[in-house]
């Protein structure tokens, strides 16, 4: 009898897992690829996001020509992330923009603002506007900037 007992305990405390290795592993479902995380210590290099947010965005100036080809790929954008909000032509004329609260700015009027200005307030604007810092890489935003220009060109 003492034998029978002394197997049970040793079962039940035997299947205890002590160290914790298996309990305490990153995990993934079916189908989905492992979640690898960074080394305690390791700073990203690729894919990188400056934070803008103190920057004067008077000094900024953008990396490549904002030209045609520039505007092009900005009016894809621009209708993606800002058209609701600013309208086709930027006036900030569309059914969005009357029911808010702070009209957004009439983008074919910011005309003193330097391209640095415009691309600070897309990514890092403390004002109202939403900041698109995670939507949108910096070639982006400056395509958008570059769109923004053509805007005020047609007006």
Not at 134 to 150: F, G, H, P, Q, S
Request: glycine share 6%; proline share 4%; net charge negative.
């Amino acid at each position: 009898m003492r034998l029978w007992l002394l197997i049970a305990i040793l079962f039940v405390f035997g299947c205890e897992n002590i160290d914790g290795d298996l309990h305490d592993q990153v995990s993934f479902r079916v189908q989905e690829s492992p979640r690898r995380l960074n080394p305690v210590g390791s700073v990203p290099v690729y894919n990188r996001k400056i934070d803008y947010s103190n920057v004067d965005a008077v000094t900024l100036a953008p990396p490549f020509q904002l030209g045609t080809e520039a505007a092009d790929r900005g009016k894809k954008l621009y209708s993606i992330y800002c058209l609701v909000c600013h309208g086709k032509t930027g006036e900030a004329d569309t059914k969005v923009a009357g029911k808010l609260d702070v009209t957004p700015f009439d983008l074919t009027e910011l005309t003193d603002s330097t391209d640095g200005e415009i691309f600070w307030k897309i990514l890092a604007s403390d004002s109202i506007m939403t900041k698109y810092r995670n939507e949108l890489t910096d070639k982006e935003a400056w395509e958008i900037t570059a769109y923004v220009r053509k805007l005020q060109e047609a007006k």
